[in-house]
């Protein structure tokens, strides 16, 4: 449904700016150059760090640019292309506000363009690359090395000119600039995975070494991979978004997004490569970034995870339903004073119980609508960092690890019922749910002993811990013994 006549374009936002309240760039974006070039160009990275850059070119301008590069996707180039890449940011607080963002000057799509996302990438002018590509876009093995088995590595090994993965990419642009002697870019990780940049390097590394030892040498004394922290809840854009938006606006803006006004993203700073002025638009730069990663992982995407498991078993929809509920709102304050702050040194900048709180009271945000089905997609991959740290560092410190469990019990009953209703599973490793027999047992110690045999999720230390598995085997009994309806009064006397 069109709700409004006019289209985002770059002529028409002019007007907008002249008639209503909507904040547009006050740089000259016409002759602003690209110089970031952006692997995942999804929601997060376009109300997050396509908004911190926009802001410091609305600052001090420069010439920071984004090429958006999506891996597979064309709607991303499809949708923003016909309204010159120009979308609105809201921020959804007690009112809220719109922001037309033109930081995106360009989207390609990498499976149709390689050849062109391979000449933005090695161009001189490209100076930073950044990506968003999830969890499993690293393509890493359980110890940390590239997986030289995945499809995609497999694939851009035996294809290096024409990758698919962005680590493919980005050692197939750095081989061509370091042969045409143009200076390596650095690489900035946006994901939400612990020791991204860290990840990253290796990934990178370990490819680069199939092919050349001087080019891995290269790369390791030329590029920087600094690990950061990113935050801030966004929900994905549905039908209502684009008409809300639209009608806000007054002109129609096809791919809008939306998220809390909260936003954070926290920077390592040994890290000197050139970089748009992100410092006067509100990124913290820090020595411990590792200790903002983890109170963020563990605090609030620990809890994001437990709500998305033990809450859809409750029925709830959303974040907001779940967290206010008194029975989970109880049960995620315990787990987080009792089991996960405490398990780790938080930065000396953070006080961590007020961090908590805060967390706590954006989930209740009333004008958020975050699904908790968007929040349960990748748990093979999220819980590694995001509940089995925690469980870890809680044994070796001798604290409870008993609702973390729960946790994670609930996480084993939403994938098992998931595998018995042949349901989809957006997880990378759905197959191996389907394929692991136990996990359609009504034997509650059967199924644990199923899941816990996922070597690629669950190392020997937690397997063979027989507090854990009882635990585990505990709570998953009590979550099949108990009703829906009943599971807010099951966790609330956790
Ligand atoms: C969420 C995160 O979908 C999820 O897994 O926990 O996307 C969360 O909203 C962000 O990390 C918040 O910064």
Known sequence: MTLVQTKLSKDTMMQLARTSAIAIPTYDRES?????????PGAFHRAHQAVYTENAMNFSGGHWGICGVSLRSATAQEVLKKQDYLYTLAILDKSTSYQVIGAIKEV????????????RLSTATTKLVTLTVTEKGYCLAADGSLDLNHD???????????????????????????????????????DNVSGNGDKLRRAVLDYAAQFDHNLQLWIANNVAFPNAMVDSITPKT????VDSVSKAINAQDNWPIQREEFS???????????????????????????????????????????LAYCGSLASFVTVFEATSDEGFYQFICKLAADEIIGSFVPPKELDVNIYANEIIQRFLNPSIRHLL?????D?????????????????????????????????????????????????????????????????????????LSIDAIFEQDLVNNVIIKKQLIKHLTSIRNTPAKKLSTLVNSL
């Open 238 to 241: 549905e039908r209502y978004t």
């Open 32 to 40: 602003t150059e690209i110089g970031i070039v952006h692997l995942g």
């Open 379 to 451: 748990g093979s991959q999220k819980l590694q960092m995001r509940i089995l740290p925690i469980i870890r560092d809680n044994i070796k410190l001798d604290r409870s690890t008993t609702l973390l469990c729960f946790s994670l019990a609930s996480w084993f009953e939403f994938i098992s019922r998931a595998v018995k209703n042949n349901e989809e599973i957006v997880d990378p490793m759905a197959d191996i749910f389907y394929q692991t027999a136990e996990i359609l047992s009504d034997d509650t110690t059967k199924v644990v002993t199923g899941f």
């Open 152 to 190: 995609d590595i497999k694939h851009d090994l035996a294809n290096p000119e024409k990758p698919i993965s962005a680590i493919g990419f980005i050692v197939e642009a750095l081989k061509l600039r370091k042969l045409n002697g143009v200076k390596a870019f650095n690489v900035l990780s946006c």
């Open 373 to 377: 089905a968007q929040i349960a997609w």
């Open 264 to 306: 954070q993203w926290v920077i390592d700073n040994n890290w000197q490569g050139e970089r748009p002025d992100w410092e006067k638009v509100g990124v913290i730069f820090t020595d411990d970034v590792k200790g903002f990663e983890k109170a963020k992982l563990r605090l609030l995407n620990c809890l994001h995870s437990t």
């Open 108 to 119: 390609l799509v990498a499976n149709k363009q390689s050849d062109e996302v391979i000449f």
